[in-house]
């Protein structure tokens, strides 16, 4: 039963990285066809597109892809500060979502009156090749262990951790779908609950009798 739901909490992982990574390119080239179009319908066609994916989708896999990750950092013996490509990913993550959400997000809604300016394009072309990086980081784990990074009696969490992060994702995407904007409500709620229960269910596991 864990193993299954930590497995589909990977899966949510990797499916909303790659999408994120998609939308950044999206982005990219519908900011690039509005900054150099003469035409001004295509210029606002392409920034309004633009404005529009990154509400619907860009920013909800944006949020619901930090989530999983903070969840599969702290729910499972990886550990925040054990792994340097784990602390680099979760770095990266934390730096991409507060850019998108303070600086990305209100660029786009300003260039909906003034037009696209070459900053959102740079941006989401580096906000793509930073999640292709961290995908490079997941699949290569390189660089060894954080020194002074151990996690002694490190566990898994039970299993409703994962089952939660996994159907409070997709309902995140669900209403972000249907609303036109993200609601990160269930990963900040679900965040602020594995971070608070993370060392009771590993005091509690470290403390059961072995079997006999």
């Known amino acids: 039963m864990v193993k299954r739901w930590r ?15 998609a939308q950044a390119m999206t982005l990219c080239v519908l900011l690039a066809v509005g900054l150099a179009a ?11 597109m633009a404005h529009r994916i990154d ?36 770095t990266i993550s934390m730096v991409q979502v507060y850019l998108g ?27 793509a090749g930073a999640i292709a990086f961290q995908g ?15 996690r002694p009696g490190a566990s898994t969490g039970p299993a409703w951790i994962f089952v939660a992060t996994v159907l409070g994702g997709l309902a995140e995407l669900t209403i972000a779908l249907v609303l036109g904007h993200p609601l990160p409500l269930p990963s900040i709620i679900l965040i602020i609950v594995v971070l608070s229960c993370r060392r009771r269910w590993s005091g509690s596991r470290r403390a059961r009798p072995a079997p006999a």
């Open 7 to 21: 497995q589909l909490t990977v899966w949510l992982h990797t499916l909303t990285s790659v999408g994120w990574m």
């Open 38 to 48: 003469d035409d001004v319908a295509v210029r606002d066609a392409a920034t309004s």
């Open 55 to 90: 509400g619907r989708l860009l920013a909800p896999m944006a949020g619901v892809s930090a989530c999983t990750g903070i969840v599969l950092a702290a729910a499972t013996p990886w550990g925040f500060f054990v792994h340097w490509w784990v602390l680099t990913k979760f």
């Open 101 to 127: 959400i303070f600086v990305l997000s209100p660029a786009l809604t300003t260039s909906l009156t003034a037009g696209p300016t070459p900053a959102p394009v740079v941006g989401t072309a580096l906000m």
């Open 136 to 150: 490079w980081l997941s699949v290569r784990k390189p660089w060894g262990t954080v020194r002074g990074g151990r």
